[in-house]
């Protein structure tokens, strides 16, 4: 199905409204689901291309967890959770980014309004969630399964966050019933608009100073302060 305008993306919200689906938006359609760490080595600046080593994974993760620890508040209780924080903060990690909310999908599918074409949000029904073992030792999980981690940061109940997890993380995502919705670049300026309008927005979102101040940004280069300030 593509999508064309809010009203085709609602009914796509009424379809999906069982609380068993989890979403993941995309601003192109060129991208397949893959988590970062099983993309190392393809970037065009990269020197040459590397293959994805376990080791290198598993290195960087030590390093993470030696280093890292100055800044939290509180120490991971298993590997999965340090894994999930090393994602948050942008390192590649054979995790990847879901929500369980597909309005939040279609914001960052929208996000950059239209200008990479053809935006997509996925869909996944009924995946399995991944058990206390493969918690505790990520790197031998043998199938793809959901990780719904603690809240870690402020941002990850804000975007009703989940990860799913990926033994081989050079492998596309595709499981059995995978939901691929596209919308129409036409269509992103009009819906991002109107996902503002219901609260769903880079402030909301990431609700921080980065997300406030790119989402103050945003309403100043379309023109949204056409109104007088408020005086205290």
């Known amino acids: 199905m593509t999508i064309t305008s809010w009203a085709d993306l609602a009914h796509c919200a009424a379809e999906c409204a069982d609380g068993r689906w989890i979403f993941r938006g995309e601003n192109s359609e060129r991208y397949d689901l893959k988590p970062k760490a099983g993309r190392v080595g393809q970037h065009k600046h990269a020197p040459r291309k590397r293959p994805h080593e376990v080791a290198h994974e598993r ?30 903060h942008g390192m590649s990690t054979r995790l990847l980014d879901w929500t369980e909310g597909i309005l939040a999908a279609a914001f960052f599918a929208v996000e950059a309004a239209g200008t990479q074409g ?3 949000i996925y869909g996944v029904h009924r995946l399995r969630e991944i058990s206390k073992t493969d918690q505790k030792r990520p790197f031998n999980a043998k199938t793809p399964g959901i990780y719904r981690p603690p809240h870690i940061a402020s941002r990850i109940p804000a975007q009703r966050s989940v990860f799913t997890l990926h033994p081989n993380p050079t492998e596309a995502f595709a499981p059995k019933g995978l939901r691929k919705w596209l919308i129409a ?7 991002k608009r109107i996902l503002d309008a219901c609260g769903i927005n880079d402030s909301s979102l990431f609700p921080d100073l980065d997300g406030l101040s790119r989402y103050l940004g945003w309403r100043y280069k379309w023109g949204k302060f056409e109104n007088p300030p408020l005086h205290s």
């Open 185 to 191: 670049e036409g269509a992103c300026v009009e819906i």
């Open 59 to 88: 290195a960087a993760l030590e390093l993470f967890k030696r280093q890292a620890r100055p800044y939290l508040l509180r120490s991971p209780s298993s590997e999965i959770e340090w894994l999930a924080i090393a994602q948050h």
């Open 118 to 120: 053809n935006a997509v």
